[in-house]
């Protein structure tokens, strides 16, 4: 985490690159389902969560609706980032 000091991690992911409030809105109503994916997004905040978790440190998240269509699901698929980055790092140190 080069670059951070000590403490809790907190992320809003708002809105994806590429698309106005109100773009992204009309693009997602009725905000039932994943309609653009971002994954490097979502890798890029798994990793910043299991380097905060690493130190010790709070880590929480919070999305918005126009971040991938669900804010609901876009944090489940967050959290199967998590664990799935948590399961390579065991095996990494097997």
Excluded at 32 to 38: F, G, K, M, Y
Aim: proline letters at 4%; a negative charge.
């Amino acid at each position: 985490m080069s670059g951070f000091g000590p403490g809790p991690l907190v992320v809003r992911w708002n809105l994806q690159s590429g698309y106005s409030y109100e773009e992204a809105k009309a693009r997602f109503t009725p905000f039932d389902q994943l309609v653009d994916e971002d994954s490097a997004t979502r890798d890029s905040i798994a990793q910043l969560c299991m380097a905060t978790l690493a130190a010790n440190q709070e880590c929480t998240i919070i999305a918005n609706n126009k971040a991938e269509g669900s804010a609901p699901l876009t944090l489940f698929k967050l959290a199967q980032a998590i664990v799935a980055a948590a399961r390579r790092r065991l095996h990494a140190e097997e």
